[in-house]
Structures are given as C-alpha cells and as structure tokens.
C-alpha cells in the first residue's frame, strides 16, 4: 500500500471549514484513499473513501488532485466535537487492512 | 445494533500474569481485526480473521499473544505472560465482507501492566 504524508497538526476556528491535506505520491491505480477519524479515548471512525472523482458524505468532502498524488479532507463547518487526529490512508479496494500512520491533530478554536 | 463491544474496557495487571481481552463484533460482519495503539508506535494491526479464520498474524509481536475466535461472534486476544511494555489501548473492529471499505471499530481496552 502506498505511503501517504499528512502534516502533523493543524488548527482550525469553529464555524469554518478545516482542510486536510495528504500527500500520496505513490499510490497506484487501483488504490483508494480513505479518511478516518479518531476522537481522543475512542476507536477510530470511517469517514470518506474515493478513488478518482470527488466526494461528499454528511460528514466531509473529499477533493482528489487529477493526477491522485495528492487530496484534501474538508470539513465544511468544524465544530469543537471535531477536534481529533484524521487519518489518510491508501489501499486496494481488495485489501482488508488498513494501515494507519501518524494522522494529522486537527484542534477547532471555539 | 449495540456496535462492536469489547471487555474489559479497563485492564491493571501485574507483570508475568495472563490478560484475556474481550471482543464481539457487530452481528453480520465476516470480518474481525486486532489493533494496537502505543504513543510511540501507533495503531498497528496484530491480526485478523475472515469467517472466524485467522488470515494475517503477522502483526502479533510474540509468541507471548495469541488470538482465537471461536464463532461468529466472539474473539479473545490473550497475553500470557504480560509485560510492562504491552501496556497499550487494544481496539476490535469488525467489517461485511472482503473490500469493504468501512470497519467499525470498539472502544477499546486500555491495558495497564505493572
């Protein structure tokens, strides 16, 4: 699976969008990207996938660079709830697990 | 559905005694996956299985761990001995079928070895 870098914390105000980067620069054709979330004290928490095109959930978007060597996370209106540590991660559709590197520790300002 | 649970959620053990963790996954799901989260290494993956097959132990770190999963739903992580440096918080997730791409994880067991 390829190797992804996400910068190690970024702060964000409350009430505006936060935008995570992750570089991917490696990942093949087949390999998605996805982005979890882990709250502090809790397990981990699924939030978006995308392999080409852009995405949007009820929790983020997920903007893809047409080349897939790079992404961003956006959530559109942090709230302090989403104060966390966001994982990007790349691997084949196939694949079963995932590896989870060091994140990037969004912190919303009230 | 009451999600992924896991037992205990809080674990003090002393050294060189035997820890079993707890784990049932959500009813449905095919596949259970062992975590393990250190501040110095991270979330790493000690093992999972498919239909309650173990597929990939390579994360466990010795031959101190050892899992089982004995049905559909339920599965044991076991440390015997247990050392200081096994302290740690252990996560189960669980998920459908083979390229899912969500797993759903617990809320852990946050061990403490003395």
């Known amino acids: 699976d390829a190797k992804t870098t996400q910068p190690p914390s970024m702060d964000c105000a409350e009430g505006r969008a936060a935008n995570l980067p992750c570089n991917h620069s490696?990942?093949?054709?087949?390999?998605?990207v996805y982005w979890y979330r882990q709250i502090h004290s809790q397990g981990p928490q699924y939030i978006i996938h995308?392999?080409?095109n852009n995405e949007t959930n009820e929790m983020a978007s997920l903007i893809i660079t047409e080349d897939r060597k790079s992404s961003t996370l956006i959530l559109p209106h942090a709230t302090l709830r989403d104060t966390a540590v966001y994982y990007c991660?790349?691997?084949?559709?196939?694949?079963?697990?995932?590896?989870f590197g060091t994140g990037t520790s969004l912190t919303v300002i009230p | 559905d009451a999600g992924v649970i896991q037992s205990p959620r809080h674990e003090v053990t002393e050294m060189g005694q035997e820890v079993t963790l707890r784990c049932k996954p959500i009813?449905?799901?095919?596949?259970l996956f062992w975590y393990r989260q250190t501040m110095m290494r991270g979330l790493e993956l000690l093992i999972y299985?498919?239909?309650?097959?173990?597929?990939?132990d390579s994360g466990m770190p010795e031959d101190r761990f050892s899992a089982k999963m004995p049905n559909a739903s339920f599965s044991t992580l076991k440390i015997q001995p247990s050392e200081p440096r096994d302290s740690a918080v252990y996560f189960c997730?669980?998920?459908?079928?083979?390229?899912?791409?969500?797993?759903?994880f617990g809320p852990g067991t946050r061990l403490t070895v003395l």
């Open positions: 490696t990942i093949s054709g087949n390999e998605y």
């Open positions: 997730a669980s998920s459908r079928r083979q390229g899912r791409h969500e797993q759903f």
């Open positions: 299985f498919n239909n309650n097959v173990p597929i990939d």
């Open positions: 995308g392999l080409k």
């Open positions: 991660i790349v691997r084949v559709n196939t694949g079963n697990q995932f590896y």
């Open positions: 009813s449905g799901h095919d596949y």
